[in-house]
């Protein structure tokens, strides 16, 4: 890559306000650093990504909303989370916090987990029960 | 107080990290040096390993790798402490501070306050240097970032104790000793000839030959788990190989940049000569980013595109082959 052909392509949505270093050669074929302020292949695929979240999201909602799911997936959901993140941050078992994902255990829950879910998602304890909030 | 700390931009935080802790004591080493000393090239594909939802693979070695391999081929040595809870983390790092010692830290991307929302995910090996603290909040030099930037302590223990894979459960870092001397030389000797052992190496998911067995999936994935999928797939591997990190082209540009610099500290013609010849493998890397985007772009039905993209991937790793082979006898 030229110093010339690093790219520029402010339409990569990804980059924002920020530029990226990279190394790349100048006129006489010594290396040097360029900055860049984003790349569409690369803008595209992480659009693309979050796109599939989005979607997931969607979906979750409404099996929510529909009482198969509890607001925990739905939350764990939207902070990017997976089942193995969210039980390190509640410091549980995988299986444990998996049964939460049921509305009936969900339901039954005890305050003080119900707080430490809340306070893992930077939410109110309303919220966590009420996703629409 | 502040501690008189040069940031300067990285591609990588880890290799900046490393490149702007010993510059600061005394040892300028760029970033490229320390990557290529850190043997930083590599190709992993670990396909039995999801992560969001798409096979794993890797152009860098196990995050926190590069610099362990630095500090043992140079000599340095690195006090690393890990905590149990907040307050001693925060304790033994204002200790430092006040001693007018940068620290290196391990934290979370997730909710660094400063990434673009795009960026936060449950990342955990991400690397930043504290160089001072104001009441209550600390003075970063992120290397990844333009500038220096600020965390209040609430946020930086936020993140200094994010929780999943590579939990960096308030990890710091900071070199105690530093010969006197460096040997450059020996130490570059021996990061490329690990980098080319690894990249040759007789393993199937490993270097030129996990390139192979990604080419290989890439054109039976179409028919086995659908387009949608395979799109989502190879979306995943060019956000490996040029996301912010990499220095584009999946590191080769930056080996590239470390071997003309080697070539230079070895007095070696040849190195110049295969630093050339990195670049150019590097451009095809890109290339095959431009034609895999088109890919997932256009969500076209046509089965032919990627059996391209596969070829292209399966000559890039026939390239290196050749070139990492070549690179070995270079040196010896």
């Known amino acids: 890559?030229?110093?010339?052909?690093?790219?520029?392509?402010?339409?990569?949505?990804?980059?924002?306000?920020?530029?990226?270093?990279?190394?790349a050669v100048d006129e006489n074929g010594n290396y040097t650093t360029q900055q860049s302020r984003g790349w569409e292949p690369k803008g595209i695929a992480l659009n693309k990504s979050l796109e599939l979240i989005d979607e997931r999201v969607k979906e979750i909602k409404l099996k929510v909303i529909n009482?198969?799911?509890?607001?925990?997936?739905?939350y764990m959901e939207l902070n990017r989370m997976d089942l193995t993140v969210l039980a390190d941050?509640?410091?549980?078992?995988?299986?444990?916090?998996?049964?939460?994902?049921?509305?009936?255990?969900?339901?039954?829950l005890g305050t003080k987990t119900i707080n430490k879910y809340a306070n893992t998602f930077n939410i109110s304890v309303e919220q966590l029960k009420d996703i629409s909030l | 107080?502040?501690?008189?700390?040069?940031?300067?931009?990285?591609?990588h935080c880890e290799n900046g990290v490393i490149s702007n802790?010993?510059?600061?004591?005394?040892?300028?080493?760029?970033?490229?040096?320390?990557?290529?000393?850190?043997?930083?090239?590599?190709f992993v594909y670990l396909p039995f390993l999801k992560i969001n939802f798409a096979p794993g693979i890797s152009f860098r070695p196990m995050p926190g790798l590069i610099f362990k391999r630095l500090s043992k081929r140079l000599g340095v040595k690195i006090k690393?402490?890990?905590?149990?809870?907040?307050?001693?983390?925060?304790?033994?790092?204002?200790?430092?501070?006040?001693?007018n010692i940068p620290v290196g830290l391990q934290v979370g991307v997730f909710n660094l306050?400063?990434?673009?929302?795009?960026?936060?995910?449950h990342f955990n090996a991400h690397n930043l240097v504290v160089y001072g603290k104001d009441k209550d909040t600390y003075l970063i030099s992120d290397p990844i970032m333009d500038t220096v930037t600020t965390l209040t302590s609430v946020e930086l223990d936020k993140v200094r104790f994010a929780k999943g894979a590579f939990s960096p459960k308030g990890q710091m870092y900071y070199p105690i000793s530093i010969p006197k001397e460096l040997d450059l030389k020996k130490a570059i000797?021996?990061?490329?000839?690990?980098?080319?052992?690894?990249?040759?190496?007789?393993?199937?998911?490993?270097?030129v030959k996990g390139m192979r067995m990604v080419a290989r999936s890439i054109k039976k994935w179409p028919k086995k788990i659908g387009v949608k999928k395979t799109n989502h797939y190879l979306g995943q591997i060019v956000r490996m190989q040029e996301e912010i990190g990499t220095g584009g082209g999946g590191f080769r540009f930056i080996y590239g940049a470390f071997l003309e610099e080697a070539s230079q500290i070895m007095n070696n013609p040849e190195l110049k000569a295969l630093s050339k010849e990195i670049t150019e493998i590097g451009d095809s890397w890109r290339d095959f980013a431009i034609d895999a985007s088109r890919l997932y772009k256009n969500r076209s039905k046509e089965f032919d595109g990627y059996s391209k993209v596969s070829e292209k991937l399966m000559l890039l790793a026939d390239r290196e082959e050749v070139f990492f082979k070549k690179l070995k006898k270079s040196i010896t």
């Open chain 2, 21 to 42: 802790l010993l510059t600061h004591n005394g040892y300028p080493i760029s970033e490229p040096l320390a990557f290529g000393i850190g043997s930083g090239i590599f």
């Open chain 2, 80 to 99: 690393r402490q890990k905590f149990r809870n907040s307050i001693t983390a925060k304790t033994a790092l204002d200790e430092l501070l006040n001693n």
């Open chain 1, 67 to 74: 009482k198969e799911l509890s607001p925990i997936v739905y």
């Open chain 2, 1 to 11: 107080m502040e501690i008189d700390f040069k940031h300067n931009q990285a591609a």
């Open chain 2, 113 to 121: 306050t400063y990434f673009p929302d795009v960026y936060r995910f």
């Open chain 1, 89 to 108: 941050y509640m410091g549980k078992w995988k299986w444990l916090v998996k049964r939460h994902f049921k509305p009936a255990v969900f339901n039954n």
């Open chain 2, 189 to 207: 000797k021996r990061a490329i000839r690990s980098t080319c052992n690894e990249m040759l190496a007789p393993v199937p998911i490993v270097g």
């Open chain 1, 1 to 23: 890559m030229k110093v010339n052909e690093v790219p520029q392509d402010k339409s990569d949505p990804s980059m924002a306000n920020w530029k990226e270093l990279c190394y």
